[in-house]
């Protein structure tokens, strides 16, 4: 099979690196978990390097079949916020002290993930969105963000409702329960779980200090921590993964929650989200090909070109025999031989194939034995029995009147063949038969 035919290509998925420094020189980097998952589910992972004048060059990745967008640093502020947040200046300066690796805004990787998002939205390409992915997400839909979730949401929150979100000297075995509503997707992938428990809710890892403040009208949330911040939603008239319909945000990491010293799942519905969004996007592939594969044409060397050019001016002349019902010259009979001795000797043609190539002429040696041949075929009659079993009496009596009138014009030109006053079929041009048109009455 040739390995350029994009239907047995492997579905491609979209992910933005990250930008770090190591030994005084960046680097851009993913998670490998993210990749592995992605693989282990059978898609392809496309890292998008976060490099200057990269959100200018997408189109260069297409095809797109889906779009994983993770980790990250805070997202600009002036992207989302219609007013100021209420922080001081000073509250600022000590929320950067605090997630100095977080608060570096990086506007080119803002403007390629944006970008990239919208363009998600707009052709409803497989989408989601972990961690900063998430807020990403609900910024492109309209949402906006807290700038720091302890500053404008725990520390007014009563104390047994007060959530720590990331905690740096316990990064990745940290957890907090989040509430899991019912009747959404990630219900369905934790059930057995939260069944288990007897509970809504469920232990997640948590590496950040923003979130959702106001979600975009057209996300419906899964999930919630215990002081009301928002930890998963999705849109749910765009998610049937059967279909190439996913578009999701989750505020945890999933592909995280693992056992300490394993790679054994905190619980069996941790990698769902990736198999799900992994088999919307083959679903998407699926479809964007059935609706976008065009047929290469085959290059011939140029002897083979000419005897095609010959072939297909002959089915030309039998085409315009069969639609015109009108005779030919003598000397161009034997421009039709090419075409019926290549029906003859090519045995590789299916039966409806020639049948195609017979109803167009290109078996034919004169008009005459093929108009025959066409009244007496039996298929043609019994779809003319049916068109015209729909017929009004008005249109069948229409229809007698013109058949009537042709049998009359056949009449006469035959009396004059006969009586050899036409001679040069090609003064047809002048006879006022050629006002009538025949296309389409076979």
């Known amino acids: ?30 998670g490998e978990y993210h990749l592995d998952l992605i693989v282990g589910y059978g898609a392809v992972p496309v890292i998008v390097p976060r490099v200057h ?9 297409e095809p797109i079949h889906g779009v994983l967008l993770c980790e990250g640093e805070d997202i600009d502020p002036s992207l989302y916020e219609e007013e100021t947040s209420g922080l001081s200046p000073e509250e600022l300066e000590e929320i950067r002290g605090l997630h100095s690796s977080d608060t570096a805004i990086d506007k080119e990787k803002d403007t390629i993930e944006l970008r990239l998002a919208k363009l998600c939205l707009e052709r409803n390409i497989p989408y989601l969105g972990i961690c900063r992915g998430s807020q990403v997400l609900n910024v492109a839909c309209g949402g906006s963000l807290y700038q720091d979730i302890e500053k404008e949401v725990s520390s007014k929150c009563p104390d ?25 997707p990630l219900h369905h992938w934790f059930k057995d ?10 232990w997640v890892n948590s590496y950040h200090h923003q979130g959702v403040k106001r979600l975009a009208q057209r996300f419906v949330p899964m999930a919630f921590a215990p002081d009301g911040l928002i930890e998963g939603f999705y849109d749910a008239d765009a998610y049937n993964p059967d279909e190439g319909k996913f578009i ?57 070109e000419n005897k095609r050019k010959v072939i297909v001016r002959s089915f030309s002349l039998a085409k315009n025999i069969y639609a015109t019902g009108r005779g030919m010259h003598p000397w161009k ?7 019926a001795d290549f029906l003859e000797s090519n045995t590789a043609l299916s039966v409806q194939q020639e049948n195609r190539l017979k109803q167009m002429g290109a078996t034919v040696r004169n008009a005459g034995s093929y108009i025959e041949r066409l009244k007496l075929n039996a298929e043609k009659e019994r779809l003319a029995r049916i068109v015209m079993g729909k017929m009004t009496v008005e249109q069948l009596s229409d229809l007698m009147s013109f058949y009537h009138m042709l049998g009359q014009i056949c009449s006469e030109v035959l009396e004059k063949k006969l009586s050899g006053i036409v001679n040069d079929l090609g003064s047809w041009k002048d006879d006022p038969v050629d006002q009538y048109s025949f296309e389409g009455l076979t």
Do not use: W
């Not at 099979?1 to 993913?30: G, H, Q």
């Open 248 to 304: 999701m945000g989750l505020q945890f990491h999933p592909e995280r929650m693992r056992q300490t010293d394993s790679d054994e799942f905190d619980y069996p519905g941790c990698p769902f989200a990736y198999q799900e969004f992994v088999k919307a996007v083959i679903a998407y592939q699926k479809k964007l090909n059935s609706t976008t594969s065009v047929s290469k044409p085959i290059k011939l060397d140029q002897e083979m």
């Open 333 to 339: 009979e034997s421009e039709l031989e090419a075409g």
């Open 1 to 30: 099979m040739a390995s350029d035919d994009l239907s047995v290509i492997l579905p491609r998925v979209l992910i933005v690196s990250r930008r770090s420094v190591r030994k005084n020189k960046f680097v851009d980097f993913v």
């Open 193 to 202: 779980s939260l069944e288990e428990e007897g509970k809504m809710g469920i």
């Open 160 to 184: 047994d409702q007060r959530v720590k979100h990331i905690d740096y000297d316990n990064y990745d075995g940290h957890r907090h329960v989040v509430k899991v509503a019912e009747n959404t």
């Open 53 to 61: 004048g990269v959100h200018m060059l997408l189109d260069s990745f």
